[in-house]
């Protein structure tokens, strides 16, 4: 028997996905596509904004591309035109704006204009507002992270509403983590805590022009909570964590793997690949073998992306 390694797989997957595309009808991104299976007449290449990445040092695992300049060329090579970048020392260092301080460094050194950083802030530590002013005010951020599940407070707490509002405030993007790894794989002295959600959509309704993403988010949010989140707030969503063949598009048609829920509109979803925990190419090929509408397929890969952060 031939065996077939990962890498071939990929690319023949991506192959196949074209050949579906080109007989069903459906007005999709045959260009980009074509581009990644191989296809000499492609148009030009798609831009994609990747809105879930994370740098720096990750203490329980060593990366294929954890090194900043290897992630970059990565994300380059496969048409990522922009990424959205985090810290993993967000979730473990007590002096966070040491952490933001080296993001911004590392974005400014391997990836400028490429890598845009995102900050941490954390509302259970004092003096959270004076580190969210260091990232709009100090190193130019468009935006923050907050790790519920790592981090000490609940949404319940009024903290979290000042959040929203001191991001509305400065026109920022804050972006929810509903996890970081599988909970299978956490290392068994990193307690993570289980935060209810549907807390957040009440907080979230009180200031409505705060601006928000939910990333790496379904194993938190599903079934009526998820329903809420669509129907009741203007909260944007990530694919990195949408799982099954086909799970983009069944998310746009309300059949997500874990039960029947309202349909996300594609103008609610952006392209996040959680990498380098994830390979990038995962989340490409999620964007390829969901029948999506062409215009779909743009919002997602860059049109939200582009005008969350224009209006930011």
């Not at 705060?210 to 809420?228: F, I, P, Q, S, T």
């Not at 029948?291 to 779909?296: A, H, N, S, T, V």
Request: some cysteine.
């Amino acid at each position: 028997m031939k065996l077939i390694n990962r890498r071939a797989f990929v690319a023949r997957s991506l192959a196949a996905a074209a050949v579906m595309s080109a007989t069903s009808g459906i007005a999709k991104a045959e260009s980009s596509i074509s581009l990644l299976s191989g296809n000499p007449q492609a148009g030009p290449a798609p831009s994609i904004i990747d809105t879930n990445i994370n740098l720096l040092n990750w203490p329980f695992r060593k990366f294929k591309y954890g090194e900043t300049d290897a992630l970059v060329k990565k994300l380059k090579k496969h048409h990522i035109s922009q990424a959205w970048a985090g810290s993993f020392e967000g979730l473990f260092h007590k002096n966070i704006d040491a952490v933001n301080k080296r993001l911004a460094a590392e974005c400014k050194k391997s990836g400028r204009g490429f890598l845009l950083p995102f900050g941490t802030v954390n509302i259970a530590w004092p003096d959270w507002k004076e580190d969210l002013r260091r990232c709009d005010e100090q190193y130019g951020m468009k935006g923050v992270k907050i790790f519920p599940i790592y981090q000490t407070f609940n949404f319940e707490q009024p903290e979290f509403v000042e959040l929203l509002e001191e991001v509305a405030k400065r026109n920022m993007i804050l972006q929810v983590v509903g996890d970081i790894d599988d909970l299978r794989n956490i290392h068994p002295i990193v307690k993570v805590r289980s935060v209810k959600f549907e807390a957040m959509v009440d907080a979230v309704k009180k200031v409505p022009n705060a601006k928000v993403e939910l990333v790496y988010w379904n194993n938190r949010v599903g079934g009526k909570v998820l329903d809420r989140f669509v129907g009741e707030t203007n909260v944007f969503f990530d694919i990195s964590r949408i799982e099954t063949n086909g799970g983009l598009g069944l998310l746009i048609e309300g059949k997500p793997w874990n039960g029947t829920t309202k349909p996300v509109p594609a103008k609610r979803i952006m392209f996040g690949s959680h990498a380098p925990f994830f390979p990038v190419e995962t989340n490409l090929l999620k964007l390829f073998e969901s029948p999506l509408e062409k215009q779909d397929f743009i919002d997602i890969a860059n049109g939200n992306a582009s005008s969350f952060l224009k209006t930011s």
